[in-house]
């Protein structure tokens, strides 16, 4: 099992930048992706990136060259640097991994974009 804990989120005015952090505990040994999702009110959970532990990286075409997904290995924590931010952002930010004992979701944190 892998618990996950996120931080990082809160206001911003448009254009600003936030840093998220999901701190993986547990059998992190067997965590093979970890993805970030969003969900916004009345809107169904999103995908908007995800990097496996070889590196490789993918992202939601409405964040592509906003966003940058990272993860450190050494600390056991991901992160999703978000820049430029824009209302239609504002959501709460759920870390997921998956691994060889299933998956793992934290408890999300709130982004709020507003003017």
């Known amino acids: 099992q892998v618990q996950l804990v996120e931080s990082g989120g809160g206001l911003v005015q448009p254009g600003g930048s936030l840093r998220l952090s999901c701190a993986a505990s547990?059998?992190?040994?067997?965590?093979?992706?970890m993805r970030w999702y969003r969900q916004a009110p009345g809107k169904q959970r999103e995908f908007v990136a995800t990097i496996s532990n070889s590196g490789s990286i993918a992202y939601a075409d409405s964040v592509k060259g906003r966003f940058t997904v990272s993860r450190d290995n050494a600390k056991d924590t991901a992160y999703l640097q978000m820049n430029s931010l824009k209302p239609e952002d504002t959501a709460v930010y759920y870390c997921?991994?998956?691994?060889?004992?299933?998956?793992?979701w934290g408890q999300g944190t709130q982004v709020t974009v507003f003017s």
């Open positions: 547990g059998s992190i040994f067997s965590i093979y992706y």
């Open positions: 997921n991994a998956d691994g060889s004992w299933g998956s793992s």
